[in-house]
């Protein structure tokens, strides 16, 4: 079964007017990690497409859209105090959802059941409406409805960025067939997904929140994952698991004030893998979000690549009565605690 791969160069186009952290040599430096280790060779290169109006729709709304095509191309600047774009950001926003959606529809075709998608500009502030946050189009949810509109029963976007996806949320929080999990530093940018959020009217139960103390790491996010975020997705039963993938609770991450290694990325990564694979099929697709530091970005992502690239998926965490799962959660235990509290009767909680 074949990996896909989802590269261009108009994702290295999209560039601030001045210093920025969001910045093209964050994805150079992924693709070197890449290419140092083989990965390219070991996976499916398909070409990169945009996102058609129909499928960027369906998460934003046909006014935002217009305003993107018609302000942003051939011009630089902001949307918001953090948000630039310049001549090529519209393609690259376009693409990099278009690329997105494509491998959730090859991971549904049974294609390449498992993909990296590797682009800028980020998604997961974008709202409906507007953009935000170093994001102009929500990326991950132009794929999670792409999967919903070409059968997918359930989809479940586990978003462990350091910042929590607004805009993911807002977008699906009615919708009882898109779980949406998010681990993230709390109180921290942009202000939203406290534990009691857990979604709204149909969608209560179908969005999970994370919020996490400054300077956790792996034994904070290793436990989460495992008492909580795991258990969550076995109850949910995706047809496909979507990672929006940030890096930026990296501890070497200098917006971010997590400290999770590689090595922590790895195991993350195998959990959602190990799960894919026992409840839909090995299919996981992985979306590049934030990442600030070169290194930790790079290594981390690498790290990523070789758990989705390894010919046998690791068995997923036990659920959290079985003996070996960690019991101790470190500075997460309190939060896990409300997390279960704010979901009683919901997701198997
Ligand atoms: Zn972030």
Redesign the pocket.
């Known amino acids: 079964m074949s990996v896909g791969l989802f590269v261009d160069e108009v994702f290295l186009q999209h560039q601030a007017p001045a210093e920025h952290p969001e910045r093209p040599e964050r994805l150079a430096a992924v693709r070197e990690a890449l290419d140092a280790a083989g990965i390219p060779a070991r996976t499916t290169r398909t070409a990169v497409r945009p996102a058609t109006d129909e499928e960027i729709t369906r998460v934003h709304s046909a006014a935002y859209l217009g305003e993107l095509a018609r302000d942003l191309p051939g011009r630089r600047g902001y949307l918001d105090a953090d948000t630039f774009f310049s001549p090529e950001s519209f393609d690259a926003a376009r693409k990099a959802a278009g690329a997105a959606a494509e491998a959730a529809l090859q991971a549904l075709s049974g294609q390449s059941p498992r993909s990296l998608v590797l682009v800028r500009p980020?998604g997961h502030h974008a709202e409906a409406g507007y953009a935000m946050g170093f994001c102009l189009i929500n990326t991950v949810a132009v794929a999670a409805a792409a999967a919903r509109a070409a059968g997918a029963a359930r989809v479940a976007i586990v978003d462990w960025?350091?910042?929590h996806g607004n805009g993911t949320q807002h977008i699906f929080e009615t919708d009882p067939d898109v779980l949406y999990v998010s681990i993230h530093q709390w109180p921290f940018y942009p202000g939203t997904g406290a534990a009691h959020e857990i979604g709204r009217g149909a969608g209560r139960g179908a969005t999970l929140n994370l919020p996490l103390p400054a300077r956790s790491g792996d034994l904070e996010y290793v436990a989460a994952f495992t008492q909580v975020v795991v258990p969550a997705l076995r109850a949910f039963k995706p047809d496909l698991i979507l990672i929006s993938a940030?890096y930026?609770a990296h501890g070497q991450d200098p917006?971010?004030g997590m400290r999770v290694t590689t090595e922590g990325y790895r195991k993350l990564t195998a959990a959602l893998r190990g799960l894919a694979a026992e409840v839909c099929g090995d299919r996981v697709v992985l979306v590049l979000?934030?990442g600030y530091d070169l290194h930790g970005l790079s290594s981390s992502v690498l790290a990523s690549a070789e758990v989705l690239l390894a010919a046998e998926a690791p068995r997923a965490p036990d659920s959290p009565d079985s003996p070996g799962s960690p019991a101790d959660a470190g500075l997460a235990r309190p939060v896990l605690a409300e997390v279960r509290r704010a979901l009683a009767g919901h997701l198997g909680f």
Do not use: C, K, R
Request: net charge negative; proline share 10%; aromatic share 0%.
């Open positions: 980020p960025d350091v910042h940030g930026d917006l971010g979000e934030g």
